[in-house]
């Protein structure tokens, strides 16, 4: 299927979101500009999504595996141990007439052990909170257990690329690429002050040597 970087952005915007959002889980959706770059970058520039089997680790309600199963993924699996997000992923996939295509899994991302993933693609927890930092390690490390490519944003600052740079090493893996991005949260907690912040994220591709 042929179709444009925009009329992508365009689809998953119609996405229904999470109604309420959950700190503990550190439930920030994927700007649907961001998710369509995320796969692009997978599904055009690299071909890793083209009949494909594409797990999204922490899935939310479904943006970008449902995003991999309208590129043309063999099959898109999202896997989140929230119940309400992972019905309302199957609610998006099955009106869009993709639920073929997507598997939805309620479980803990520590708990998956997927066989035949071809591509992970996430947007993991960023581990910005005192009881969940490191998250985002956490959820890379178990998609290296399950493939040998993967697709993830993390918070942008140059000792973190630093950091992953030699902590993938360490692992066996490499970063391929990184493409800065600017990524939009809405306000949707107390604490959050502002009605948009806008922050900057780096897109990984992350290969298994």
């Known amino acids: 299927m042929r179709v444009k970087r925009k009329d992508l952005e365009i689809f998953l915007t119609g996405l229904e979101g999470i109604p309420e959002p959950k700190l503990h889980l550190e439930q920030y959706p994927t700007p649907a500009r961001v998710a369509a770059n995320m796969l692009w970058n997978a599904g055009v520039d690299h071909d890793d999504i083209y009949e494909k089997n594409v797990l999204d680790l922490g899935c939310g309600t479904g943006t970008l595996a449902i995003g991999a199963a309208y590129l043309g993924a063999r099959k898109a699996i999202g896997i989140d141990i929230d119940f309400e997000t992972i019905q309302i992923a199957k609610k998006n996939s ?116």
């Open 94 to 209: 099955e009106e869009l007439d993709l639920n073929e295509k997507c598997d939805w899994i309620c479980i803990n991302v520590e708990d998956c052990k997927m066989k035949d993933i071809d591509t992970v693609i996430m947007n993991p927890p960023f581990g910005m909170r005192k009881e969940s930092v490191s998250r985002d390690r956490n959820f890379i490390e178990i998609a290296l257990t399950l493939t040998d490519t993967i697709y993830t944003i993390i918070p942008y600052a140059d000792k973190t690329r630093e950091f992953f740079k030699e902590h993938f090493k360490e692992l066996g893996a490499k970063i391929d690429l990184i493409t800065q991005m600017d990524f939009e949260i809405k306000k949707q907690f107390e604490f959050h002050k502002k009605e948009l912040h806008k922050t900057f994220v780096d897109l990984y591709r992350i290969i298994k040597l």
